[in-house]
């Protein structure tokens, strides 16, 4: 599998932060016993990541802004190109020591999403993908399910916490869904969760009140694995709107008409 010049430089800055995620990760699993707790060493390991991206894609394309979780809008001298990063998703999975979290890099240019890159360092998988180049995951092409019934699929959400989201109207979706699914599931990384729908591992996803950096990256793969993304409405406003639908065609379909059906008590 070849890739563009672009698509190395956001691979190697992926690698190189996921391999910094990955020392102090182990750390954190050592902190989880210690009475002080991982939380403000987990910051660090987000903003260390965070500085490492930067770095590495500002000397590979210095005129070119940026949307980061941390630093957030920086802007560049060439209007045309726009990273958006989350250096770190699944922060809470990370400090409780669970392997499930990722890095998440996105390239747009002229508002459109170009190349992704999400890399999971603690199971060292890659995901890339290249605007009408398809979808991989190391150096295997990825393709959606091909699960055309809500009853044999399984969809992953994402649950509205402590200060977040509306849980009410979560508790509606969730209900909807699940008794028309064969499973849900909740990773707590919305970046990866995109990623194991374009790998076909699981058969759509949705979730609210996300932010940009959550997504972009994750768009494009399930697009180019050949899946269907719209945000809550069936709309295309997922960037900023914060919500998303994901999944093959027909299950991107039913699950957006699920979600939206009036509550029935049953
Ligand atoms: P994070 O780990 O970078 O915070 C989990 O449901 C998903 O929601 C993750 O992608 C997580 O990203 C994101 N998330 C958690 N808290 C959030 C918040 N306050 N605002 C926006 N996204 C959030
Ligand atoms: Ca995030």
């Avoid at 770095?55 to 920086?74: C, N």
């Avoid at 002229?110 to 360092?121: D, E, K, R």
């Avoid at 269907?228 to 960037?239: E, I, N, P």
Wanted: proline share 3%; net charge neutral.
């Amino acid at each position: 599998m070849a890739r563009s010049a672009i698509l190395n430089v956001m691979v190697q800055a992926a690698m190189k932060a996921g391999r910094s995620l990955a020392r102090d990760f182990g750390e954190v699993q050592n902190l989880q016993v210690s009475l002080k707790g991982p939380g403000d060493y987990v910051s660090q390991a987000d903003r260390k990541a965070e500085d490492i991206i930067f770095a590495e894609l500002s000397k590979a394309r210095p005129g070119y802004g940026f949307l980061m979780e941390e630093r957030g809008a920086v802007e560049g001298e060439d209007s045309q190109h726009r990273w958006i990063v989350d250096p770190l998703d699944g922060t809470t999975n990370f400090l409780h020591g669970i392997p499930v979290f990722s890095i998440s890099i996105a390239l747009e240019r002229q508002g459109q999403i170009v190349a992704a890159v999400i890399y999971n360092p603690a199971m060292d998988e890659l995901y890339t993908s290249e605007r009408g180049g398809g979808a991989f995951l190391n150096d295997r092409r990825l393709r959606v399910s091909g699960r055309a019934k809500l009853s044999d699929a399984v969809i992953g959400c994402g649950v509205p916490h402590l200060g977040r989201g509306h849980h009410g109207n979560f508790l509606l979706e969730l209900r909807n869904v699940m008794g028309e699914v064969a499973g849900v599931r909740r990773l707590g990384s919305a970046a990866l969760d995109l990623a194991y729908v374009a790998a076909g591992r699981m058969d759509g996803f949705w979730e609210t009140a996300l932010s940009p950096w959550d997504v972009a990256a994750g768009i494009l793969l399930v697009r180019e694995a050949g899946g269907f993304v719209s945000d809550g409405k069936g709309g295309q406003d997922m960037l900023d709107g914060g919500s998303i639908v994901a999944g093959n065609e027909t299950i991107h379909r039913s699950l957006l008409k699920t979600l939206k059906k009036p509550v029935t008590p049953r």
